[in-house]
């Protein structure tokens, strides 16, 4: 009897605890597959509402996938990945592709001036209007006067009635103004005899287009089947000598840079140590004008010079002036001038003014000829100045 008695006790509880496991499980069950009932919408939200388990219950394993073998040539595969080398533009003939460009910033300069020069009548007003012309076109005043001088006398002894020849003798006396018999040559030719190659330093303030005109000029090198080499000595923005350094692979030319802040002089040094050994023609330097002080500037630039003089001297030191800054572009010119021994100008951006007499003022203000003019922002875009082709181009 007490084993029957145990016996039940025993049953009991052990029904008893079955059923306190089977409920709540049987009571999530419910909820898992009672998709009607939605917290907060079909029923005030309660407790356990958001151990809902999530909709999305698939997982995601990670396994390795074996790629096929490739059997492509290491070569062929760093063609495939390399930028094309470009062939760039001669550099003949590029001022008369150019000359529309040219002759559409310039027409009030060019058209203008034959208008008022074929007048019936040049009178005293006529003769004012002239010079206002060539003064706004900053030709400057001495050169205006000049101009002025000469057209007025030879009016007075040619008569200026016939329109053709008002143009031609315009035409004369602009390409005499301008200077046709200046040496407009850039010095690049490798130095046989010394086993160097040829050292260009450009200058001028930032934002003047310096670094795309070492680029354009590397270009137009390299049509000419020159080596070029480099220099991103202008280390004070990284943008440059990144821009410089695509300028260069574009044509497969090398670019040596420094790290950020590096001594300019130590990266040009070094630039013309490289063209040296890799008997490059011609080494491009770029530099940075970004400098607080006339002293500044004249320390930087002079130690570069004195630097690369250690492997000989300086072919050509090139000013870099942007035409549309008139009266600023001559204020940098003349600073520059006093800075470093300038040997050539390159006018940039001669596409976006009307001021097309500054090529002649900025000769006066340094003594030294114009040698190239940046009409558009295209790579090619970069030609060696002539007078002749300049003036037509102003009276087209
Ligand atoms: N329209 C026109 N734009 C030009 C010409 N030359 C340069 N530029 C533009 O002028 C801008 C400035 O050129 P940069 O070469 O960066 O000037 P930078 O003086 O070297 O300045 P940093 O790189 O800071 O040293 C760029 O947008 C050029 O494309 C030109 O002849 N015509």
Do not use: C
């Not at 084993?3 to 049987?26: D, E, K, N, Q, S």
């Not at 005899?193 to 005109?213: F, M």
């Not at 000595?233 to 410089?244: E, P, Y």
């Amino acid at each position: 009897m007490e084993y029957v008695v145990i016996g039940v006790v025993v049953t009991v509880l052990l029904v008893g605890v079955a059923v306190f496991l089977v409920v709540p499980g049987r009571r999530q069950d419910q909820s898992e597959t009672d998709t009607t009932g939605r917290p907060g919408v079909d029923h005030s939200p309660g407790v356990d509402d958001d151990t809902t388990p999530p909709v999305e219950q698939r997982r995601r394993s990670v396994s390795d996938v074996p790629l096929p073998d490739t059997d492509i040539d290491d070569a062929v595969l760093d063609e495939m990945v390399s930028v094309p080398v470009e062939r760039p533009e001669p550099a003949e003939g590029r001022l008369v592709r150019l000359r529309s460009r040219l002759a559409k910033s310039q027409s009030t300069l060019g058209r203008g001036l034959l208008s008022l020069l074929s007048r019936d009548r040049l009178d005293d007003d006529t003769w004012e209007e002239i010079e206002d012309t060539l003064l706004s076109a900053d030709l400057g005043v001495e050169p205006t006067q000049e101009l002025v001088e000469r057209l007025r006398t030879r009016a007075r002894v040619e008569s200026l009635a016939d329109a053709e020849q008002a143009r031609s003798i315009l035409r004369e006396e602009l390409v005499a103004l301008v200077g046709a018999d200046m040496d407009r040559r850039v010095r690049t030719d490798r130095h046989v005899s010394e086993n160097r190659p040829a050292v260009v330093l450009v200058v001028g303030v930032n934002g003047t287009g310096k670094t795309t005109t070492v680029g354009k000029l590397a270009r137009v090198l390299v049509a000419e089947d020159r080596d070029v080499v480099l220099a991103a000595a202008d280390t004070f923005r990284a943008a440059a000598v990144d821009q410089l350094t695509t300028w260069g692979e574009r044509v497969g030319v090398p670019t040596v840079r420094g790290d950020e802040g590096a001594d300019p002089a130590s990266v040009a040094f070094d630039a013309v140590k490289t063209g040296i050994e890799s008997e490059a023609d011609v080494v491009l330097v770029d530099t940075a004008g970004r400098l607080q002080t006339k002293a500044n500037l004249m320390d930087e630039l002079g130690k570069i010079k004195r630097v690369i003089e250690r492997h000989g001297p300086v072919d050509e030191v090139l000013l870099v002036l942007d035409a549309t800054t008139g009266q600023n572009g001559m204020a940098q010119a003349r600073v520059f001038g006093e800075v470093v021994d300038v040997t050539g100008i390159v006018l940039t951006k001669l596409d976006g003014t009307a001021k097309g007499g500054i090529v002649v003022a900025v000769q006066r203000e340094l003594g030294v000829p114009v040698k190239m003019v940046g009409l558009g922002e295209g790579a090619d875009d970069l030609a060696p100045f002539d007078a002749e082709e300049f003036v037509d181009g102003l009276l087209e």
